[in-house]
C-alpha cells in the first residue's frame, strides 16, 4: 500500500517558503501516529524543513530523493527518484507513506492507494500545493462526518480518507497494473 498524507488550507496550500503556514498540533500527532513504523518517503527540501532534532522522523526509515550526488541526510537513506524511493521502501515495508512535498506528491498520486488529508479551514498564501484528487478517487471517511474540529490553536480543521476506485487500473512503478 503507498499512501500519501498531507494537511491543506483552502486552495490546497501545504507550504510556503519550506514551513507550513499554520500550527495545528492535532493533525501532527495524526501524521505521527499514522506514519509510525513504516518507512516514509519524502523530497529534499521536505527533509531540510524538519527542525534538526527530528530529522530524522523517529520510528520510520526514511526515504529522501534529490538529484543532488553529494546531498547527505544523516539517518536517511538517500536515493536519487521516485522509483528507487519506491523500491526501497517496500522491500522495508509493504506500507510506506509519502510525506512531501509538493513535487513529490505529483509524481507519486498516479501510484498511490490511498490520500489522508487534513482539511484546515484557514486562507493561507504559500508556495507549494498538494495535487487536486480526481475521479478515480473516493472518500471513504471523514472525521467529523459533518462541520469541523476546532483545534486547541483555535483552527478548524477536518480529516479525511481516499481510496482509489478499484475499477481505474493504477501505474506502479512506472507500468500499469490491474
Given at each position: 500500500?503507498?499512501?500519501?498524507?498531507?494537511?491543506?488550507?483552502?486552495?490546497?496550500?501545504?507550504?510556503?517558503?519550506?514551513?507550513?503556514?499554520?500550527?495545528?498540533?492535532?493533525?501532527?500527532?495524526?501524521?505521527k501516529?499514522?506514519?509510525?513504523?513504516?518507512?516514509?518517503?519524502?523530497?529534499?527540501?521536505?527533509?531540510?524543513?524538519f527542525?534538526?532534532?527530528?530529522?530524522?522522523?523517529?520510528?520510520?526509515?526514511?526515504?529522501?530523493?534529490?538529484?543532488?550526488?553529494?546531498?547527505?541526510?544523516?539517518?536517511?537513506?538517500?536515493?536519487?527518484?521516485?522509483?528507487?524511493?519506491?523500491?526501497?521502501?517496500?522491500?522495508?515495508?509493504d506500507?510506506?507513506?509519502?510525506?512531501?512535498?509538493?513535487?513529490?506528491?505529483?509524481?507519486?498520486m498516479?501510484?498511490?492507494?490511498?490520500?489522508?488529508?487534513?482539511?484546515?479551514?484557514?486562507?493561507?498564501?504559500?508556495?507549494?500545493?498538494?495535487?487536486?484528487?480526481?475521479?478515480?478517487w473516493?472518500?471513504?471517511?471523514?472525521?467529523?462526518?459533518?462541520?469541523?474540529?476546532?483545534?486547541?490553536?483555535?483552527?478548524?480543521?477536518?480529516?479525511?480518507?481516499?481510496?482509489?476506485?478499484?475499477?481505474?487500473?493504477?501505474?506502479?512503478?512506472?507500468s500499469?497494473?490491474?
Amino acid at each position: 500500500m503507498i499512501g500519501m498524507i498531507w494537511a491543506q488550507a483552502r486552495g490546497g496550500v501545504i507550504g510556503d517558503a519550506g514551513d507550513m503556514p499554520w500550527s495545528l498540533p492535532e493533525d501532527m500527532a495524526r501524521f505521527k501516529a499514522i506514519t509510525m513504523g513504516h518507512p516514509v518517503v519524502m523530497g529534499r527540501r521536505t527533509w531540510k524543513s524538519f527542525p534538526p532534532r527530528y530529522r530524522p522522523l523517529p520510528g520510520r526509515e526514511n526515504i529522501v530523493i534529490t538529484s543532488s550526488d553529494d546531498f547527505v541526510a544523516p539517518g536517511a537513506r538517500v536515493v536519487p527518484n521516485l522509483d528507487e524511493a519506491l523500491a526501497t521502501a517496500l522491500a522495508i515495508d509493504d506500507e510506506v507513506w509519502i510525506v512531501g512535498g509538493g513535487r513529490v506528491y505529483r509524481d507519486a498520486m498516479a501510484r498511490a492507494d490511498r490520500l489522508e488529508i487534513t482539511d484546515i479551514e484557514l486562507d493561507a498564501t504559500g508556495d507549494t500545493t498538494a495535487p487536486v484528487p480526481d475521479a478515480s478517487w473516493r472518500v471513504v471517511m471523514r472525521d467529523p462526518a459533518e462541520g469541523w474540529h476546532a483545534s486547541r490553536t483555535g483552527l478548524r480543521f477536518a480529516y479525511r480518507t481516499l481510496e482509489r476506485r478499484a475499477e481505474r487500473p493504477r501505474e506502479r512503478h512506472g507500468s500499469l497494473v490491474e
